[in-house]
Structure formats: structure tokens, C-alpha cells
């Protein structure tokens, strides 16, 4: 009897592959971080592709060795960043060519998605938010911050694009600023357990933290907004070295987490939606969380935080859609 499905997602910093079944639970997932040298905030397409390729052949064996193999009905594999003309990054096609060649190895169809989709089925479809009802959804990673509105479709999932950043991104302000403070890339983990210690003292309440006043309050236009001067002014204060590291991670999230409400809420009033959902690997920080979490209104709703990274269980959850509605979306 089928009825379980592979997904597979290969961005530019993580290898990842997952098994769901007819319920789109997980049986079983793979989703590690590529190594980056240390001293540098990112890689090239070209290495990152290297990376996936060799690692992918390992992980889609764990996983396809939790399963009968006899039971896979369909691949969900990320194809691209966006679902717009034009957009693309090599790495996903070492995904890509993998969910292929499994594909037609066993007679079995493929269906491509992009890389934002499958954020987005990971956190939404595992909550139970299912139907044609339209949010604001945040994808907030190392290279994208964006707020969309967001609804299901024939194909996915339908994404406009109505707020977010005008230069750079929340999770590149965070590795950035953490690199720069001595941590390894990504930085934005080793950051954010620094800034929970430190507001977990003043039990999360920012009005009785003493922060290094590196970060005013950052304006919002139209939905959106610059990090580049919170940027500035981070990296200068972490090459002088005259600021506690921890001080200064707990005020920059604390300044995030205000900015993100007072984007929701602006969103929220301007398109009527009421549905507030964040996902991407920025959203898995738990200080964010617990500063968002706490009674706001709009409420803002997280999914679980391995989900809320890159992984592959929003592409096989999708395939898992896609097959049992018979929409017919192939990878290229």
C-alpha cells in the first residue's frame, strides 16, 4: 500500500531531505547546515552546489532506510527561491537532478516547488491551516526577509509580496554582527541563546533590561523597511569591542521583535487578514518567539522550530497535496 512521500530541499545553507505520510506526519528527516570556513559569512553557489551533491546521496539513503521503499507515492523537491519568472540559484539543482533520477528510476512523478512554498507548507500545513484563508505570512531566513500575503492554490501557494526589507536581511544582520563578535556562521543561534540568557534574567521584559543603546527603534514606509544603519552601527560597536556581546544580541533582537510586531500589525490593519504566521530560519530564534508570543494582538503564531528552518518536509508535504488533488506541476 503507498502513500508516503519524499521531499527534498538543497538551499544555500542547508542539505536536507524528509519522508511524510498520507497525514503529512514526519517518519523520517535529514536537514543539516553546510560547512562554512570559519571566519566567513557565507559561500559560493559553486561550493555550496559541491556540498549538497556529495552529501545528499548519504541523507536521502537514512532516511529511504526508515521507509519501504515500495510505499513512496510521489517526490516534492524545491526547485527555485521564488515562484517568479527569472528566479534561481544553482544549488537547487542538486536536489533537483536527485528527485529526478528517483523519479524516473521508479516510475514515480516529481513535482517542483519553491523554496518559499515549501517554508511555507512546513509551518502552515503541519498547524493545520489548510483551505483557500489568506495570511500574512513573514519568511525570515539568512538571505530573504519578506512579508507576504499568502493562500494555497492549484500549484503551491500563491505569494505577493507586501513588506519587508529594502536592503538587507534579518538573518544577515544577525550572522553579520555575530561573526563579527567572534562567532562561528551562521551566527544567528549562537546570538540568539546570548540574547535569551540575558532578557531571561529580566523575565523578558525589555523595560527592566539594561541594553548598550546601540539600536533605536527602525522606521517602517509603506510596509517596508532598512537594516543597513542598525547594521553600521552593530559592526562598529563589535570591532571597538566596548560592548557586552550578550547586551548588545538582546537588544538587537528585542529591537527586531518590535519591528516584526509593528510590520504585522501595520499588514494586518492594511489588507484585513487576521492570520499573522512566521517561518525561515530567523523564526526558529527562541528569544523572538517568547517576545512575540506574549499576548499580542494581532496574535502571532510559529510553527515548530525545526520546521521553521530549511528543510524538506514542506516540499513532501506539498507533493503530498499536489498528488491527491491531481494537479500536474513536474520539476523542469
Known amino acids: 500500500m503507498k502513500g508516503l512521500f519524499l521531499g527534498i530541499d538543497t538551499s544555500n545553507y542547508k542539505t536536507?531531505?524528509?519522508?511524510?505520510?498520507?497525514?503529512?506526519?514526519?517518519?523520517?528527516?535529514?536537514?543539516?547546515?553546510?560547512?562554512?570556513?570559519?571566519?566567513?559569512?557565507?559561500?559560493?553557489?559553486?561550493?555550496?552546489?559541491?556540498?549538497?551533491?556529495?552529501?545528499?546521496?548519504?541523507?536521502?539513503?537514512?532516511?529511504?532506510?526508515?521507509i519501504d521503499v515500495h510505499e513512496l507515492t510521489a517526490v516534492g523537491v524545491s526547485e527555485?527561491?521564488?515562484?517568479?519568472?527569472?528566479?534561481?540559484?544553482?544549488?537547487?539543482?542538486?536536489?533537483?537532478?536527485?528527485?529526478?533520477i528517483i523519479g524516473e528510476s521508479a516510475g514515480l512523478p516529481v513535482y517542483g516547488f519553491s523554496h518559499q512554498e515549501g517554508h511555507a507548507a512546513s509551518v502552515l500545513e503541519g498547524s493545520g491551516i489548510t483551505g483557500s484563508e489568506e495570511i500574512i505570512f513573514f519568511h525570515l531566513s539568512g538571505g530573504t526577509t519578506e512579508a507576504l500575503l499568502?493562500?494555497?492554490?492549484?500549484?503551491?501557494?500563491?505569494?505577493?509580496?507586501?513588506?519587508?526589507?529594502?536592503?538587507?536581511?534579518?538573518?544577515?544582520?544577525?550572522?553579520?554582527?555575530?561573526?563579527?563578535?567572534g562567532f562561528p556562521f551562521p551566527a544567528g543561534r549562537y546570538l540568539d541563546d546570548a540574547a535569551y540568557s540575558f532578557l531571561e534574567k529580566s523575565d523578558f521584559d525589555p523595560a527592566g533590561a539594561v541594553f548598550p543603546g546601540l539600536m533605536p527603534s527602525i522606521k517602517i514606509k509603506d510596509g517596508y523597511f532598512n537594516l543597513s544603519g542598525a547594521e553600521t552601527r552593530l559592526m562598529k560597536a563589535a570591532s571597538a569591542g566596548s560592548e557586552d556581546t550578550a547586551?548588545?544580541?538582546?537588544?538587537?533582537?528585542t529591537v527586531t521583535a518590535k519591528l516584526l510586531y509593528r510590520e504585522a500589525l501595520y499588514l494586518s490593519e492594511k489588507y484585513s487578514v487576521n492570520r499573522v504566521v512566521m517561518a525561515g530560519g530567523a523564526a526558529s530564534s527562541r528569544t523572538i518567539r517568547r517576545l512575540l508570543t506574549d499576548g499580542t494582538d494581532p496574535a502571532i503564531e510559529f510553527g515548530d522550530p525545526l520546521l521553521s528552518g530549511d528543510n524538506a518536509v514542506g516540499t513532501a508535504r506539498l507533493a503530498k497535496r499536489m498528488y491527491e488533488t491531481g494537479n500536474s506541476i513536474p520539476g523542469k
Open 16 to 66: 536536507s531531505a524528509a519522508i511524510v505520510d498520507g497525514e503529512g506526519n514526519v517518519i523520517a528527516e535529514k536537514s543539516v547546515l553546510l560547512d562554512v570556513p570559519e571566519g566567513k559569512r557565507g559561500l559560493r553557489q559553486s561550493e555550496a552546489f559541491f556540498m549538497h551533491s556529495n552529501r545528499l546521496p548519504d541523507y536521502l539513503h537514512e532516511v529511504l532506510s526508515a
Open 80 to 100: 527555485r527561491p521564488r515562484r517568479v519568472e527569472g528566479s534561481y540559484m544553482p544549488c537547487f539543482m542538486a536536489g533537483l537532478n536527485a528527485a529526478k
Open 150 to 181: 499568502c493562500r494555497p492554490d492549484e500549484a503551491g501557494y500563491s505569494m505577493e509580496i507586501v513588506g519587508g526589507t529594502l536592503d538587507i536581511s534579518i538573518g544577515q544582520l544577525f550572522d553579520r554582527f555575530g561573526v563579527a563578535s
Open 247 to 253: 547586551a548588545a544580541a538582546a537588544e538587537l533582537f
